[in-house]
C-alpha cells in the first residue's frame, strides 16, 4: 500500500500548556531548532509523502504564513482552514475535498517513532476504513484503551486493563467521511461506529512514543527527539547489491532486483535504522544519461520499497568523471568512493550514530570506504545470500 498524503490535526487551543500556547500553537512550539510540526513533517518524508494537509484553526494565519503552498523537506503543505473549533471529526470533514482515497492521519503534537512503511503496509483490505497504530502503554491513567483480537480488529476497552492506547495516527480511507460528525471527536465518536461495521483495525508497536500535552512532557520533547532521531545507518551501495550490476543502469526495466531485498531492508526499518544507498554514477559524467534519470530511477526504486513495507531515506550518487565534458563533473570527486564525501552528506542531513553503522558493497572500493569511515562492511556479490 502506498500512501502519498498526509493529514496532520493542528487546531486545538493547548489550554493545559498555558502561558507557552497563549503566543504559540502547540505544533509551532520550537525543540531542537525545528518546530514540533517540523519534526513531524521531516519523518514523513521518509515514507513517500508528497502531501500535507494542515488542519487548523487557533491561530490558523501563523500557520497559514509559515507554511500555506509551501515545501517543506520536499513536501507541499496546504492548510486547511476552520473558522470554529470543530474536533477532529469535524475538521476531517471540513477537508473532504481535498482527502485522497486513503490517507495517513496524525495530531500535531505527538510522535511516534514506527516504520510508517510497515504501517502502511497494513492497510490493505478493501473492506478496512480506519487502521490505528497503537502503543503497549506500562501504567496508563491517561489514556483509553483498546481490545484487539487476532483478526486485528479493535473494541473499545471499557475497563481500560488493556495496555494498548491509540497513539493518534491512523490510516484512513475516504469513506470515513459518511460517518463524519460535523463537529466531534473520532475517538470519542467515530470509532465506535467504525467498530459496529467491523472496519476498525489496530497495529500493535513497542517504539518510542510521546505526546505534548502537558508542561512535564513538553520538557520532555528535547531530548525525546534527539534520541529518536540519533540511529544508526545502513548503508548500502546500488548496482550489485540492490540490483544487479549490468552497466550503467538507469531505467526502470534495466533494474534486476536481489532476491530478498525488500525483506533485508525492511528489517533494518523495523529496528530504527536510517538506510542509505550510496552510488557511484559516472555514467552521469560520461553523458550516458542525466541526473534527472537517476532521480527519476531512485524514486522508482524507493515507491518499490515502500510498496514492501520497507524504504530509503535518502539516495546519494556520485556523478562524478574525470574526463567528463561538462566542467561540473570533474569535480567533487571527494563524493566518489572509496571517498567518504557521500557518508558525510548523509552525516550532515541526519543525525546519525556512525559506531553502529554498517555498509554493504560488492566491490573493493566499498571495502576501503567503510574502512576510511571507520563502520564495518560486508561485501556481497550479486546471488550471495543476505544475512
Not at 48 to 73: A, M, Q, W
Request: hydrophobic share 35%; net charge positive; glycine share 6%.
Amino acid at each position: 500500500m502506498t500512501i502519498k498524503q498526509a493529514v496532520i490535526l493542528c487546531g486545538g487551543l493547548g489550554s493545559r500548556l498555558g502561558r507557552i500556547t497563549k503566543r504559540v500553537p502547540k505544533p509551532l512550539v520550537v525543540v531542537n531548532n525545528l518546530t514540533v510540526l517540523e519534526h513531524i513533517i521531516k519523518n514523513l518524508s521518509r515514507y513517500g509523502i508528497t502531501e500535507v494537509l494542515l488542519l487548523c484553526h487557533y491561530k490558523s494565519d501563523l500557520f497559514k504564513k509559515r507554511f500555506h503552498n509551501k515545501f517543506y523537506f520536499n513536501i507541499k503543505i496546504k492548510c486547511i482552514i476552520e473558522k470554529s473549533l470543530l474536533g477532529s471529526s469535524g475538521a476531517l470533514l471540513n477537508a473532504k475535498k481535498h482527502l485522497k482515497k486513503n490517507f495517513f492521519f496524525c495530531n500535531g503534537d505527538t510522535f511516534f517513532d514506527i516504520n510508517l512503511s510497515d504501517f502502511f503496509l497494513n492497510f490493505g483490505s478493501r473492506r478496512q476504513t480506519a487502521l490505528l497504530a497503537l502503543k503497549k502503554f506500562k501504567n496508563n491513567k491517561r489514556y483509553d484503551t483498546f481490545l484487539i483480537n487476532k483478526k486485528n480488529k479493535l473494541k473499545i476497552d471499557v475497563r481500560k486493563k488493556s495496555r494498548f492506547i491509540h497513539s493518534g495516527m491512523c490510516v484512513f480511507s475516504k469513506k470515513i467521511i459518511k460517518l463524519l460528525d460535523k463537529r466531534g471527536s473520532l475517538e470519542k465518536n467515530i470509532f465506535s461506529k467504525l467498530i459496529y461495521k467491523n472496519q476498525l483495525f489496530g497495529k500493535v508497536y513497542s517504539d518510542d512514543f510521546i505526546d505534548m500535552g502537558t508542561l512535564k512532557d513538553l520538557k520532555k520533547l528535547p531530548r525525546f527527539l534527539r534520541k529518536v532521531s540519533y540511529k544508526p545507518a545502513l548503508f548500502l551501495d546500488r548496482d550489485g547489491v540492490i540490483n544487479k550490476d549490468s552497466g550503467y543502469v538507469f531505467k526502470k526495466n534495466e533494474v534486476i532486483w536481489r532476491n530478498h531485498i525488500f525483506k533485508y531492508v525492511k528489517k533494518y526499518n523495523d529496528n530504527n535504522f536510517y538506510v542509505f544507498v550510496i552510488t557511484n554514477q559516472s555514467g552521469i559524467g560520461r553523458g550516458y544519461y542525466s541526473e534527472n534519470d537517476v532521480k527519476k530511477l531512485h524514486t522508482y526504486m524507493n515507491k518499490k520499497f515502500i510498496e514492501n513495507g520497507a524504504h530509503i531515506d535518502e539516495f546519494f550518487y556520485a556523478p562524478y568523471f574525470k574526463d567528463s565534458k561538462k566542467k561540473i563533473y570533474t569535480k567533487n570527486k571527494n563524493l566518489r568512493k572509496p571517498n567518504i564525501g557521500m557518508i558525510k552528506l548523509a552525516q550532515k542531513n541526519w543525525n546519525i550514530n556512525l559506531s553502529k553503522s554498517i555498509l554493504i558493497g560488492d566491490k573493493y572500493s566499498d571495502k576501503l570506504t567503510a574502512i576510511l569511515a571507520k563502520i564495518p562492511y560486508k561485501i556481497l556479490k550479486f546471488g550471495q545470500k543476505l544475512h
